[in-house]
């Protein structure tokens, strides 16, 4: 699920701002931005996330300023050879004779940069990770409100998956006979004059009549409709069963487009139909990318 959530917070030492921002993903995929110095509360700040989230490409932007007199500052050196040798490369491709204002360079922001710690510093870990807790929960209050969103409109999907498989059973009655005659002409074409083995012409009409008849594919249909209402009202982590249960329905829908050829007008009624249940499963599947 989508989110975002940014929080500020002042310290003794200094202010610090954590912003959080997450989009869909079938794993837990974490990416972290902040500032060298702080490199060393990485560990314990992904320990948390991985406490508090399960899913999603999650950006963690971390900025923290300290007060002046904590802040001990050193040149980005690497930085400042870089401004150097870009302004002479330019004014040599130009062929403008000029040479580098200094006191412009050192404005460049990052020029200068606080020294890196050698030891991490518990207050200042302390501070971070409650700043974090913080704005993970305030980014899953938004996920969980994106969620029930979402999980409404996956239960109108699923009502609309009910009513076209009760559909479907109503007009596979009305077509049961179209059904009948097919099995009967295939049975005819079958023998076709020869002799068969009255036990080889009983296995023979069972394996035609289930490759005519849609009533086992209806029947899963329904269960499958009632596990995804289960699923849906009884919440939690969901993500990668309704992703199983989804493959299942549309298989089962796949089938019984490939049993309704040659059954008139009310196998056109049918494909249409299992058309429209195919379309839901996917809107479902769409949805669902959101869920956990």
């Known amino acids: 699920m989508t989110g975002f959530a940014r929080v500020r917070r002042q310290s003794p030492d200094g202010e610090a701002v954590i912003t959080v921002k997450s989009v869909n993903h079938r794993g837990l995929d974490l990416h972290f931005q902040m500032p060298s110095a702080l490199d060393l509360y990485e560990t314990a700040m992904r320990g948390l996330v991985r406490k508090r989230m399960s899913r999603g490409h999650i950006e963690i932007r971390v900025q923290y300023h300290r007060n002046k007199a904590q802040a001990p500052l050193a040149l980005n050196v690497a930085l400042l050879d870089t401004y150097l040798d870009a302004f002479r490369q330019a004014g040599h491709r130009h062929s403008i004779t000029s040479e580098p204002d200094l006191n412009a ?7 200068f940069e606080p020294t890196v710690e050698q030891e991490p510093e518990p207050e200042l870990q302390e501070f971070l990770v409650a700043m974090l807790e913080e704005a993970l929960t305030e980014l899953n209050l938004a996920r969980e409100r994106e969620g029930a969103e979402t999980a409404a409109v996956l239960v109108e999907r699923t009502k609309a998956i ?5 559909t479907v059973r109503d007009i596979r009655t009305r077509a049961l006979p179209a059904f009948q005659q097919r099995l009967r002409e295939r049975l005819a074409e079958l023998l076709g004059g020869v002799s068969i083995e009255p036990q080889r012409l009983v296995q023979e009409a069972a394996i035609l009549a289930d ?3 849609i ?10 409709s009632e596990q995804l209402d289960q699923m849906l009202d009884k919440g939690g982590e969901v993500g990668k069963k309704l992703d199983f249960l989804l493959q299942e329905m549309n298989r089962e829908a796949n089938t019984m487009l490939s049993k309704t050829n040659g059954v008139g007008e009310q196998g056109l009624s049918l494909t249409e139909v299992a058309l429209g249940i195919k379309a839901d499963i996917e809107k479902i599947r769409e949805q669902s990318l959101n869920l956990e």
């Open 215 to 224: 009533g086992e594919e209806i029947a899963r249909l329904e269960i499958h």
């Open 162 to 166: 009910r009513g076209a498989v009760a």
């Open 211 to 213: 490759k005519s008849d």
């Open 105 to 111: 360079a050192l404005r460049v922001p990052g020029m």
